[in-house]
């Protein structure tokens, strides 16, 4: 029998906000399959809900780290190096609008201020992380972003963010292209939409999960264990030679036109 599927993997989460974040359920399956973990989390009240999950499951480092800055990025690597002499995954789910650019219409709401923090937060990341930890990484390694279906359709009241996950999902292919000649692989998943506190910023969310079901091929939701169980696949061996590709894990909602013509 093959042995767990990250063993001797050291993976770096980012973005666990509570118990219900996807990056927590990718950490947990993760650990659950071998790896050794680190965390980052993002100033003082967010170090109150991440820490305590962290150490719960023998986190190696926990580090603050404000990806909007490159001195705090740099500090990450240099703490992760305290503890690591390689990182091998990368889970990057980050993103971030102000709460005022996903409320209103999209010509009003888009001030150059709310675009600027969007991209920057939720898609320069990607490639200020990878940057910054590319030394540490061997060949094998892979990084997995979180992207959601707004990047490509308009979904109401996303707004700016749909434009920043599209900057994501073109990064991650860029970045693809540029690290797999250090056999670094570069994937996202592309979630159905979850009951997630950073979803609990986007109006009409709760309306959106009740009625999407119905409206996919598999009727049904998906939930955090599925989008983990994907991120398990292309950061191990199973997914080897995938990089690139942004991954719908949605029930396949990603697929439908005309929801019905009656």
């Avoid at 997995?144 to 599209?166: F, I």
């Avoid at 592309?190 to 119905?214: F, V």
């Avoid at 939701?221 to 989008?227: I, L, S």
Wanted: proline fraction near 4%; aromatic fraction near 6%; hydrophobic fraction near 45%.
């Amino acid at each position: 029998m093959p042995g767990p599927l990250m063993q001797g993997k050291r993976a770096l989460v980012t973005g666990v906000a509570n118990d219900r974040s996807i990056a927590w359920a990718i950490a947990q399956l993760f650990q659950r399959e071998g790896a050794d973990l680190a965390f980052t989390y993002p100033g003082e009240a967010m170090e109150r809900r991440v820490r305590p999950l962290a150490e719960g499951i023998g986190a190696r480092a926990i580090v603050d780290c404000d990806v909007s800055k490159d001195a705090d990025i740099d500090r990450a690597v240099a703490e992760v190096r305290k503890v690591w002499d390689r990182i091998d995954v990368i889970v990057h789910s980050i993103g971030y609008a102000p709460r005022e650019a996903l409320d209103g219409r999209f010509t009003d709401v888009t001030t150059r201020q709310s675009w600027a923090i969007a991209l920057d937060v939720s898609a320069y990341s990607l490639i200020g992380l990878a940057r910054a930890f590319k030394p540490m990484m061997p060949p094998g390694s892979s990084i997995v972003t979180l992207t959601y279906y707004g990047s490509e359709k308009v979904v109401k009241h996303y707004n700016v963010m749909g434009v920043a996950k599209a900057a994501l999902e073109c990064s991650a292919r860029y970045l693809a292209e540029d690290l797999g000649q250090d056999g670094i692989r570069v994937n996202a998943i592309s979630a159905g939409p979850i009951k997630t506190l950073a979803a609990a910023g986007i109006k009409g969310m709760r309306t959106m999960l009740g009625e999407n079901a119905d409206k996919t091929p598999l009727r049904r939701n998906v939930d955090q264990e599925d989008v983990a169980r994907a991120a398990l696949f292309l950061c191990s061996e199973l997914g080897q030679n995938v990089t690139g590709e942004t991954l719908h894990v949605d029930a396949g909602q990603n697929i439908m036109g005309v929801v019905s013509m009656g």
